[in-house]
């Protein structure tokens, strides 16, 4: 069972940037897709960016409009999201997840692992 911890959040500006990590341990890490979801309060969460186990396969939501970028070290156990050009809408609170399915997906029900995510908030 992987466990994940997200790291990199915190304050910024609007048309700032900040670079997401996440560490993963405790499972095989090129064995799961990795994704970056987001939740604002009061809303759904919706997804970020999804890549595959190799990082041969990414797909980003509309909602980052070529902003955000996902990227992942397998060496590392590691997953990122590179955040720029920072719009106060993007305040949330960032998770990232693992997942054991055969393709990879966008919605969050194919996500098995969670970490506890971690706040992004963007001063207008």
Not at 4 to 25: I, M, P
Not at 31 to 57: C, D, K, L, T
Not at 77 to 86: E, F, G, K
Request: proline residues 2%; contains cysteine; neutral net charge.
């Amino acid at each position: 069972q992987v466990k994940l911890v997200e790291s990199g959040g915190g304050l910024v500006q609007t048309g700032g940037s900040l670079s997401l990590s996440c560490a993963a341990s405790g499972g095989t890490f090129s064995r799961y897709h990795m994704g970056w979801f987001r939740q604002a309060p009061g809303r759904e969460r919706e997804y970020v960016a999804v890549i595959s186990r190799n990082g041969g396969r990414i797909l980003n939501a509309e909602l980052g409009g070529g902003r955000f970028a996902i990227s992942r070290e397998n060496s590392k156990n590691t997953v990122y999201l590179q955040m720029n050009s920072l719009e106060p809408e993007d305040t949330a609170v960032y998770y990232c997840a693992a997942s054991m399915a055969s393709t990879t997906r966008a919605d969050a029900t194919s996500y098995e692992y969670w970490g506890p995510g971690t706040q992004v908030t963007v001063s207008s």
